[in-house]
């Protein structure tokens, strides 16, 4: 089988860097077993959902899903929804179809792409029930600030694939940045904040808790979610 690489079309700041990370054996024979079953290209276009998953479903996207262990939790836990995760480091994904493989799971479908490119060219508008983004990357240097994901441009673009009445959730375990989050999102048109402006959420149950969420929790480290949901149009 041809390798698998990350997909990009978009010159733009990226909120990312692609490491080389090596693959293990079990990852790259996954892409071999799983890809054909799980994997999604940009070369396809706009994404037909209901053929994809072959049925009507209620539909949650994942940004930057790093392992997919989180994922994977959700998947099982929440079988009447179909997951659609966007991930640009081959292990990573590798990871992930491989152990929804190894339990026959159908609800899912992967993106190995930038994401800015599958939500411009495969997404279709208002199709999406939850939106979720967890732990990106914090650029903690003031002078890359401008890399991170969470922006005012990028959530407008968000809000154009949720439906009305649906949700987008944030966390994050660096403080600055979530204080960036919270001012971004609550300037932004069409949202309402669950916990009221400028206030943070609770985990909610369908977060799994995450191992170096744990560890840093242990350590005295914080975690702050922020959970938006999207205007009716009569509401904006």
């Not at 693959?23 to 999604?40: D, H, I, N, S, V």
């Not at 940045?177 to 309402?192: N, T």
């Not at 609770?202 to 929790?217: D, H, L, M, Y």
Request: with cysteine.
């Amino acid at each position: 089988m041809e390798e698998i690489k990350p997909e990009y079309k978009k010159k733009s700041i990226r909120s990312y860097v692609v490491r080389a990370g090596r693959m293990t054996e079990g990852q790259r024979t996954a892409f071999e077993k799983y890809w054909p079953r799980y994997g999604l290209s940009l070369k396809d276009g706009p994404l037909n959902m209901d053929r994809a998953f072959g049925r009507s479903a209620p539909r949650v996207l994942e940004i930057g899903f790093g392992m997919g262990d989180s994922l994977l939790q959700m998947l099982q836990r929440e079988t009447e929804k179909d997951f659609i995760g966007i991930e640009v480091h081959p292990p990573g994904a590798g990871r992930l179809i491989n152990n929804a493989g190894k339990l026959e799971l159908t609800n899912l479908r992967v993106y190995l792409a930038d994401a800015v490119d599958v939500l411009d060219d495969c997404i279709p508008v208002e199709s999406l029930d939850r939106v979720q983004i967890y732990f990106p990357d914090p650029w903690h240097k003031k002078k890359h600030n401008k890399r991170r994901l969470i922006q005012s441009d990028f959530v407008a673009k968000l809000r154009t694939h949720i439906k009305p009445g649906g949700l987008l959730h944030l966390a994050t375990d660096w403080e600055p940045y979530a204080e960036h989050m919270l001012e971004v999102m609550d300037a932004a048109e069409g949202f309402d904040n669950e916990a009221g402006q400028g206030g943070y959420s609770e985990r909610p149950p369908f977060r799994p808790v995450t191992k170096f969420e744990r560890r840093g929790a242990r350590l005295g480290h914080g975690v702050w979610d922020l959970l938006y949901r999207k205007k009716a149009e009569q509401d904006t």
